[in-house]
């Protein structure tokens, strides 16, 4: 879909996606589903509103994840636990 979008799990990196990182992706993908880089002022607030929930929805997603053949991270280790 979107190419610059890129994987934020393991082993892609390394590590977890820092906050920035996810809502990048987030924007990147709001971006390209609108068909706006930057919204009008009309439309800022709901563009902004999309950003928010689609970052808290990839957080989620990676942090229910679980990846075959990894290290377990201290956050899979806590929610095991």
Do not use: W
């Amino acid at each position: 879909m979107c190419r610059s979008i890129k994987t934020l799990r393991p082993p892609a990196i390394p590590e977890d996606a820092t906050e920035e990182e996810i809502r990048a992706a987030a924007l990147q993908y709001v971006r390209k589903v609108s068909g706006f880089r930057a919204p009008a002022a009309h439309n800022r607030e709901v563009f902004d509103h999309a950003v928010d929930a689609v970052a808290k929805a990839t957080t989620e997603l990676l942090a229910g994840l679980e990846v075959r053949g990894t290290a377990a991270t201290a956050s899979t280790a806590a929610r095991v636990s």
